[in-house]
């Protein structure tokens, strides 16, 4: 049995999931059990599962290669192969909460599950233009003020007073929070 981890996949009920989040709680004379929180790559579906440690499932092997980012229908994210030029779609409902940070044009890695993309690896930074921003209002500056913005890929975040249209700005994907003003 290998160490499992946050972001691994593996078989479930003969259906690939990958790994959301993971508790090991030991037992005082056992061995422990495995709280496991898991996606279904096929459904986008989130699950909770529990095993006792020496019955955990293993890692599945799953592929990583990159693709571009070319658009959204709403239903399914296209990417396409630099090499072969091939086109491939992934359901939206599977990557939904990472939708909201890509950008047309830009080279993402792609999970592939027997050739097919399962799901998506971006940075934990990424960075994006200020396209909508109102103008900073002066006032209390005990506190640290902030004014809600929009990105060039619809996310709206809340960022510093100083920061206006145009500005790059750098975005923590797994906080989706403002990181700093880049250049």
Excluded: C, W
Excluded at 76 to 99: G, H, R, W
């Amino acid at each position: 049995m290998a160490q499992l981890k946050k972001g691994q996949f593996i078989l479930h009920k003969d259906e690939p999931h990958q790994i959301v989040d993971l508790q090991h709680h030991a037992m005082g004379r056992g061995r422990g059990i495995l709280n496991l929180r898991l996606r279904n790559l096929k459904t986008g579906a989130v699950i909770n599962v529990t095993f006792k440690s020496n019955e955990a499932p293993d890692p599945i092997v799953v592929s990583q290669k990159n693709f571009q980012y070319l658009y959204n229908d709403g239903n399914n994210a296209y990417f396409m192969d630099p090499d072969t030029f091939e086109q491939v779609a992934l359901p939206v409902k599977l990557i939904s909460d990472l939708i909201q940070f890509l950008k047309e044009g830009e080279t993402y890695a792609l999970y592939l599950y027997e050739g097919k993309p399962v799901a998506l690896n971006i940075p934990k930074v990424v960075v994006l233009k200020v396209v909508s921003a109102p103008e900073g209002v002066r006032g209390d500056s005990s506190t640290n003020p902030t004014k809600e913005v929009e990105l060039e890929t619809g996310l709206r975040l809340q960022v510093p007073l100083f920061i206006k249209a145009g500005d790059l700005v750098k975005v923590n994907t797994e906080k989706v929070a403002y990181v700093e003003r880049v250049g």
